[in-house]
């Protein structure tokens, strides 16, 4: 294990090889992607006291465990193409409070592995004053997406990307699952899926547009709320050859679909066994 506390200058090649690596400076620090090599390596930012901001790399485990606001990356940035987040894991662990826990994401994100958000833990499309990085910047993600976050803001609310554009587009293969012990509230959730499918462990609100692609997605026994809070409401969810399973196990799919005053054809694209049946 290697731990810096104050600052990280860059002159070689950095090769991290199976170790961790621990970083609590509070300036984002100073590495070239061509010189970084992560290996299987886990690098940490783990101050106690600073707020701090990652350098845009490719890491493979990268873990968030600090106490003060986070920033990714450093400043803003008009557009992704150079200034990527790419990693095999991301976990945000515990804070000591949500209103020192928060880590703001202006960039786009990709992980070939899991999304982990702790306790306490919250992850904002906004930067630290207030500013929206919406559809721009995607994130992508390979495994599963866990949501453990206990946080109350005053009316119920335990979800993320909460009145933004942010899409998650969930791109693996196999089984992907969207679950933790908290519901998450998305904005645009699509499935860009050569194979597999997705299974809900948790309830989930999708604000704008449900793009199931050809995936076929299982709730359980999971609610699936399509609020419309944004420009679509009888497009609210899309599909090209996918559906979503009718019932499993004598369980039925549970959709709840907000569609305020709006008239007009509202498909439920359910489908069991192979068989669309909407």
């Not at 990307?161 to 959730?189: D, E, H, K, M, W």
């Not at 039925?252 to 069991?272: K, L």
């Amino acid at each position: 294990t290697v731990t810096v506390s104050n600052s990280i200058t860059q002159i070689g090649y950095l090769n991290l090889g199976s170790s961790n690596f621990c970083y609590s400076g509070s300036a984002a620090p100073s590495i070239r992607s061509s010189r970084f090599n992560p290996g299987t390596s886990t690098f940490y930012y783990n101050s106690t006291s600073n707020a701090q901001s990652v350098t845009a790399l490719t890491y493979y485990d990268l873990k968030i465990n600090n106490n003060g606001a986070f920033q990714i990356p450093l400043g803003s940035t008009t557009t992704y193409s150079a200034n990527a987040l790419n990693c095999h894991n991301l976990d945000l662990t515990e804070g000591n409070s949500v209103s020192s826990g928060f880590t703001y994401l202006n960039m786009q994100l990709t992980a070939s592995g899991n999304i982990t958000i702790g306790n306490n833990c919250y992850l904002s499309a906004y930067d630290q004053v207030g500013f929206l990085f919406g559809n721009d910047y995607p994130i992508y993600l390979a495994g599963d997406w866990t949501n453990n976050l206990n946080y109350d803001n005053g009316s119920g609310a335990t979800s993320l990307f909460t009145s933004n554009a942010r899409t998650v587009i969930l791109n693996g293969t196999g089984v992907q699952t969207i679950g933790g012990l908290s519901p998450t509230n998305f904005y645009n959730l699509t499935f860009n899926k050569d194979s597999g499918s997705v299974a809900l462990s948790n309830s989930i609100t999708v604000q704008n547009r449900l793009d199931i692609g050809s995936s076929v997605m299982a709730l359980g026994t999971s609610t699936l709320t399509l609020s419309c809070a944004g420009i679509y409401t009888t497009g609210a969810i899309a599909r090209s050859t996918g559906y979503i399973t009718s019932e499993d196990n004598q369980v039925r799919a549970n959709i709840s679909w907000n569609i305020n005053n709006n008239m007009g054809s509202y498909e439920y694209p359910y489908g069991y066994g192979g068989t669309y049946i909407p």
